[in-house]
């Protein structure tokens, strides 16, 4: 027998004993030590200072920095500024945020256009298994949603964003419900709500492990049925300013015919995800094909100022084996409902619903002191132990709650109601972003942001569900403010003096830029 | 990749073009490496968002069957092509507030709806596993509630629609089944309407005073009375 299948029988045999087996919760000081020793976030190594633009003497991962003081995809072009599109407002990127921003300055008057670098919906959105965190039940509160994520944050959340986005959960929670989103539900009709790693109170809201699929589902179709136009295919390249601090359109390119095109926005809302895609320290990722935090570097060579840029969430379950799905998210929820996580003894080595910081720290220093399993294509993990979930509640529970997973997995011939699955952090979630007011717009002027793009509603760790609730909060409230200031704006000159400054600040600090940025897509091409 | 072992090659044929490839890889993975970019056909990589609906045939088998690309591995002898995810059908558009009768409506937005001839081979073409023929009947016949629980798990690859001799879009027909179950027929939560109210009207005002007037470390969860 392999290693892995006698290890695996380790699992399978102890299964029964661990039924009841209690598993101490970590305090803050012992949390604070492992996170510490263990979270790729305080790899000193992995790590850089930015030597230009707003956040210059910071610090990030050498991935981000490459990127934001890499070279536009402009620099070597000269490019004619007439616009083939006049507009209020432009949104940045199809996901859950840019359509809900989309929705909102429509509804609110605004003549909006919506640029996306793939299809309108591809993004990670559409990924999320979990749910959305709100505060429905009558034990809970909004109060206690808000120390939650803070405590889970390590306390680094803008307070001003996080009580407005926990604030805003029913309502926008009524704004899904009434728009035809099925969240599920309890006989009496009331919503029905799990329990998420680092939460006091079960709060999350969700379709079965469908959640993003049918937020996105829906909010797409709103945008259709709205006619709202939409422009696939086409990046933005660069953002425009009047030279004076003032966003006021943006270049971007049609993938399908190489043409540039040139956009005059009264305001530019910025919602293009995240940075999964660039495998931060060599990470696997669960984040969509488009994820390569394209919004970062132009919005900071146009000067807008980032937070917390140096965090990253490192989902703890990713799949490992089989090499297909390497990366590939295993829901959280498995945990909430009583999945156990163990070594290649068969051993548990943390509480399974610690904060996500937490538990990636614990399995990463399992494998880093040798009781990680190794798959075959050399990779390290740990046990998820699923099958325990229908030993819990029941047989057929996780065929009826994760339809999706136990597809995924049978695929490749593994039965997760009969035996664990190997998994190990996968890099998830850009915790910081560029930095937003509570109306979601950036330090510079007419630039809005919503989503994972934005930073500081999270502080240094997201938690579970409060993703999926950040990009309808702040969707909404960043179209409803675009479009706004776009009936005050005046503001109307297109340029790129801000590149120019920025090209000269990077001369100047002697930088050689190594990338083109924004990346716009991973190269996976084998140039053999 | 992250390749300790050497898998044995084996031959695929991509869009007409035989390839080598290291067997275990997805039909993207294929592509990737045997050169070959791209733009369209790659979403998620997680069979969720239905970018990279493909067709294919293996060794010998006389059958063309359907796949999302990032989801299936390719073996020796397959041939397989990626089919653009944006064939034309109709995406009609509509106003769920304005509707009093959406059952009826949907005869309205989509009448070819009603002239499924039961051949099944949406159910066939889908890579989700649905039911598709039924689901669309569930339509018809006005059972929503049903309908919606047969297509939760559509990605709206759109492989179901070329194959249909009735031309109907099954996905489109699915959603507005979903939205419409959602918007007209789900009781309302109290809960969730008392909490948006208790909001509206300050109930947590002072709470949030004390609590935000605290330094960061004497911010705790308080015990579930």
């Known amino acids: 027998m392999s290693d892995i299948e006698s290890s695996k029988s380790l699992v399978n045999d102890a299964r029964p004993l661990r039924v009841d087996q209690e598993m101490a919760r970590l305090s803050q000081d012992e949390k604070s030590l492992l996170v510490h020793r263990f979270h790729p976030d305080y790899k000193k190594e992995a790590y850089g200072t930015l030597q230009v ?373 996968t890099l998830h979630y850009q915790n910081g972003g560029i930095k937003i007011d509570v109306d979601g717009e950036s330090t510079l002027k007419n630039l809005y942001v919503a989503g994972e793009a934005s930073g500081g509603i999270h502080g240094r760790n997201r938690l579970m569900g409060n993703s999926l609730l950040d990009i309808i909060v702040y969707g909404k409230r960043a179209g409803k403010a675009a479009s706004k200031r776009a009936t005050t704006s005046l503001s109307k000159s297109l340029s790129l003096k801000h590149l120019e400054s920025f090209q000269a600040e990077q001369k100047a600090a002697g930088i050689v830029p190594e990338v083109l940025s924004p990346m716009l897509f991973p190269d996976y091409v084998n140039k053999d | 990749m992250n390749q300790k072992e050497n898998p044995k090659d084996i031959t695929v044929e991509i869009s007409g073009k035989k390839y080598q490839v290291p067997e275990g890889l997805t039909m993207l993975q294929a592509m990737w490496h045997s050169g070959l970019e791209l733009t369209r056909g790659v979403g998620c990589l997680g069979g969720i968002c239905g970018a990279c609906p493909a067709k294919y045939r293996t060794k010998e088998d006389t059958k063309i069957k359907t796949a999302l690309a990032c989801q299936t591995q390719v073996e020796d002898g397959m041939a397989f092509s990626l089919i653009a995810s944006y064939y034309p059908n109709r995406k009609v558009t509509y106003q769920f507030p304005e509707m009093k009768d959406p059952k009826q409506d949907l005869f309205r937005h989509y009448p070819e709806a009603a002239l499924c001839r039961n051949c099944d081979a949406c159910t066939v073409a889908c890579p989700k596993g649905i039911d598709v023929r039924t689901g669309v009947w569930k339509a018809v016949f006005g059972d929503f509630k049903e309908g919606a629980e047969l297509f939760l798990s559509c990605v709206m690859c759109s492989l179901c629609v070329p194959v249909c001799i009735a031309d109907i879009a099954p996905n489109q027909v699915g959603l507005f089944m979903r939205r419409a179950q959602g918007i007209f027929f789900e009781k309302k939560s109290p809960q969730l309407a008392n909490r948006v109210d208790e909001i509206a009207d300050g109930k947590y005002n002072a709470e949030w005073e004390n609590l935000l007037s605290l330094p960061d470390d004497a911010i705790q969860v308080e015990p579930i009375s």
């Open chain 1, 53 to 425: 633009g707003p956040n210059k003497g910071q610090t990030s991962v050498h991935e981000v920095i490459r990127l934001l003081e890499g070279k536009s995809q402009l620099a070597t072009k000269t490019v004619s500024l007439t616009p083939t599109h006049e507009v209020d407002v432009l949104i940045v990127g199809g996901g859950g945020a840019g359509s809900t921003a989309a929705l909102a300055a429509k509804a609110a008057g605004s003549k909006v256009l919506m640029a996306t670098k793939l299809r309108l919906g591809d993004s990670n959105t559409v990924m999320a298994e979990g749910g959305m965190q709100v505060a429905v039940s009558p034990e809970d509160s909004p109060v206690r949603h808000f120390v939650d994520s803070f405590k889970g944050g390590q306390m680094a959340n803008d307070r001003t964003l996080l009580k407005t986005l926990v604030e805003e959960g029913p309502s926008v929670a009524k704004w899904l419900i009434d728009n035809g989103v099925l969240f599920d539900r309890e006989e009496d009709g009331n919503l029905s709500i799990r329990s998420g790693g680092g939460s006091s109170l079960p709060r999350l809201l969700r379709c079965k492990d469908y959640t993003g699929l049918e937020l996105m589902r829906v909010l797409k179709d709103c945008v259709l049925n709205e006619e709202i136009e939409v422009l696939e295919f086409s990046p933005v390249l660069e953002l425009l300013t009047d030279g004076e601090g003032t966003c006021t359109g943006a270049v971007l390119k049609n993938l399908d015919t190489d043409q540039l095109i040139i956009v005059q926005a009264k305001t530019v809302i910025l919602s293009t995800g995240g940075i999964g895609r660039l495998h931060i320290q060599g990470f696997p990722t669960s984040n969509h094909y488009g994820a390569t935090g394209d919004a970062l570097s132009m919005a900071y060579r146009a000067g807008a100022e980032l937070t917390l840029q140096d965090t990253f969430q490192y989902h703890p379950t990713g799949s490992v084996y089989p090499e297909a799905m390497a990366g590939l998210l295993v829901t959280e929820a498995i945990r909430s409902v009583g999945a156990h996580l163990l070594n290649v003894k068969g051993e548990r080595f943390v509480f399974e619903l610690e904060t996500r910081d937490a538990v990636a720290s614990a399995i990463i220093r399992e494998c880093q002191e040798g009781r990680g399993v190794e798959t075959p294509a050399g990779r390290k993990g740990v046990w998820l132990d699923m099958p325990l979930v229908d030993v819990l509640h029941g047989e057929g529970t996780l065929r009826e709650r994760f339809p999706n997973m136990h597809r995924q997995f049978s695929k490749y011939q593994i039965d997760i109601e009969k035996e664990p699955v190997l998994i190990y952090p």
